[in-house]
């Protein structure tokens, strides 16, 4: 896209949440769509037969020689570093083979340094970590990336039988009763996502970080792509679906015969599912990837580009699992041999129990300040769009 003061090119800026002319500073504010909007979102069974593959930019190849991550970013940058190893990497000549284009993509709205200041605050919690790894500066750069994912919507005919218990009383006087039941249940799915990365999927560090709303989702143009580097998908559409229906929402659907019977619980099922309506979307979802180094050693950590959560692996002080037990018992061995009176003595077996239990209310206490004070931030920030 181009500036239309200028002529310049436009490229994306997280700061501003919009499109920026590197030339005049011109800024084209991104506008989130109205509510229930359906954004990118297209028919399963006929979709794909004319699935388009033009990302509206060309796009580079990036293969890191050691990992094996395929990547594809901005004809403009030559060269950078791989987001999953640390690797150098250098561009390919050759135009990336993409695949099918997004239909949707959820904008960063965090700047790498909003993110590595929240790393920072909740780093400092992490007790039983080493010191120096707490309170140090520890974090290597923050590395942008669009991770693909799949979404899918569809309605699902389920045909069933099995026993349905229905519970009354409670404590020793509970009971459940059983019957034997059949039936059909209806039950409509709305946004189930699957990770479209074979290196991300079912990645506990990941799935704690990542959640989205459709109503986060803006229309994919590539001015919102443009100076980022995004994973191309690994895990093809048909294998995100067959995945879903088979895996992904399998609890799903065996609670909707339960919720179809207006039963407690439910066992011995035998089930069989139809599903009608299946549409999906190609989503790319931004996240911040970065290493710890710390003792020869590099902690992974991951981070949404939008709701400020993070995890990291982190190092684990053996002192302090060895101290601080020693710590208590040399206490209780201290006070018996000293043998300073009863009522002393179990006044400071108390100490350490109360010195603990302030340390858990302060814990918490501050801990819960901090997410009010990020949720305050982040309505701010997004009413201000």
Not at 126 to 149: C, M, N, Q, T
Not at 357 to 382: P, S
């Amino acid at each position: 896209m181009k500036c239309g003061s200028c002529g310049g090119t436009l490229r994306y800026d997280i700061a501003s949440y919009g499109l920026v002319c590197d030339f005049c500073g011109t800024v084209k504010r991104l506008h989130r769509p109205e509510e229930g909007a359906a954004i990118g979102e297209f028919d399963f069974a006929t979709a794909l037969r004319g699935s388009n593959a033009n990302w509206g930019a060309a796009r580079r190849l990036v293969n890191c020689k050691s990992c094996g991550a395929q990547l594809h970013s901005d004809p403009e940058q030559m060269s950078g570093m791989c987001p999953y190893c640390g690797s150098a990497v250098v561009l390919s000549a050759e135009e990336a083979n993409c695949g099918v284009a997004p239909s949707a993509i959820i904008p960063f709205t965090l700047t790498k340094e909003q993110v590595a200041e929240k790393f920072y605050r909740w780093n400092k919690f992490a007790f039983w970590s080493p010191e120096k790894f707490r309170r140090g500066k520890i974090l290597s750069d923050l590395v942008p990336l669009y991770i693909p994912y799949w979404t899918f919507e569809a309605d699902a005919v389920t045909t069933y039988a099995g026993r349905f218990g229905h519970t009354t009383g409670s404590g020793d006087n509970e009971k459940t009763t059983w019957y034997i039941k059949t039936g059909i249940a209806e039950k409509h799915i709305s946004e189930f996502n699957v990770c479209g990365s074979r290196k991300f999927f079912n990645d506990n560090m990941l799935n704690s970080v990542v959640s989205f709303k459709s109503r986060e989702c803006l229309p994919y143009t590539p001015e919102t792509l443009s100076g980022m580097a995004a994973e191309i998908y690994t895990i093809g559409i048909d294998e995100a679906w067959n995945y879903a229906k088979t895996v992904g929402l399998k609890k799903e659907i065996m609670d909707s015969t339960r919720d179809n019977e207006h039963a407690d619980c439910y066992r011995d099922l035998q089930y069989s599912t139809e599903f009608y309506n299946v549409k999906f979307k190609y989503v790319l979802v931004p996240v911040y990837l970065a290493g710890c180094r710390y003792g020869g050693k590099i902690y992974n950590v991951v981070a949404s580009g939008t709701n400020g959560r993070g995890k990291c692996n982190r190092p684990i002080s053996i002192a302090k699992f060895i101290i601080t037990p020693l710590l208590f018992l040399a206490y209780f061995t201290i006070g018996s041999i000293l043998n300073l009176g009863f009522w002393y003595f179990q006044i400071g077996i108390l100490i350490p129990f109360a010195a603990l239990a302030v340390f858990v209310i302060m814990f918490m206490v501050a801990f819960g300040k901090q997410r009010e004070q990020e949720a305050r931030e982040r309505e701010q920030y997004y009413s201000e769009k």
